[in-house]
């Protein structure tokens, strides 16, 4: 009886958040835009001050709105923060059992960029190949001091599918390049080879020059390969 009616309290809640988040569509708000009072809140939606709360704080977790003490509320600007944190978490959870999730991560990141790749080379101006290729030699001149940054990496990946003009595709695929950056970090201690990275950027680089997806997908898979690899050195867990 107890589960059922913690059960039940949880669709409440659901519930209510669905409210809030068809009551800020119906009324046309965008982001930056205030959300009514508490007071407004609980009595356009019938509801208590502290079952209200307790919706905005998951709301607020979820990128929906923003709680500024002091100030108010308000909708959120668009962004994938609170997902991308929880998929780091996932990972980072998955890798201290089975690896599993990781790897699934993983899949879900690579389906989408080569999926997304020869697309992408085929909006590419030439202005953009140069973006690309200046990407790639700032990571040449970085790996001959022995170094591979991560900056330089995400920028790299960025102007590969800058010539797609979907800044919420971005966003998506930054979100997926922070949760393997997170992999990388947990599945051990071994540094990457800076001059095998920036080799391997630059052949990507020539295959996107030469409209080559197939070669440049084909480069692009070889660093999940690599980090599978890890993940299945790792101990038992």
Request: a negative charge.
């Amino acid at each position: 009886m107890v589960r059922r009616a913690r059960f039940s309290a949880q669709s409440r809640l659901r519930a209510l958040q669905a409210d809030i988040m068809d009551l800020i569509l119906e009324r046309g708000l965008e982001a930056g835009d205030p959300l009514p009072t508490e007071n407004e809140l609980t009595a356009a939606l019938g509801v208590g001050r502290n079952t209200l709360r307790e919706s905005l704080k998951v709301l607020q977790a979820m990128g929906v709105l923003e709680i500024r003490h002091g100030f108010g509320m308000f909708v959120a600007s668009g962004n994938f923060d609170a997902f991308a944190e929880g998929l780091v978490f996932r990972s980072r959870l998955s890798l201290r059992r089975d690896g599993e999730d990781a790897l699934q991560l993983l899949g879900i990141r690579e389906a989408l960029e080569r999926g997304l790749l020869p697309a992408a080379l085929a909006a590419a101006t030439p202005a953009r190949l140069e973006r690309l290729d200046e990407a790639v030699r700032h990571i040449e001149d970085l790996a001959g001091t022995g170094e591979h940054s991560a900056a330089a990496d995400a920028e790299f990946h960025r102007c590969l599918f800058e010539p797609l003009g979907n800044d919420l595709l971005l966003q998506l695929l930054a979100v997926f390049w922070k949760v393997h950056r997170r992999i990388q970090l947990e599945a051990g201690p071994g540094m990457e080879d800076a001059s095998a990275v920036a080799a391997l950027y630059r052949g990507i680089h020539d295959a996107a020059l030469a409209g080559d997806a197939e070669t440049a997908g084909r480069l692009l898979s070889s660093r999940f390969e690599a980090l599978r690899a890890r993940i299945a050195e790792l101990p038992d867990r």
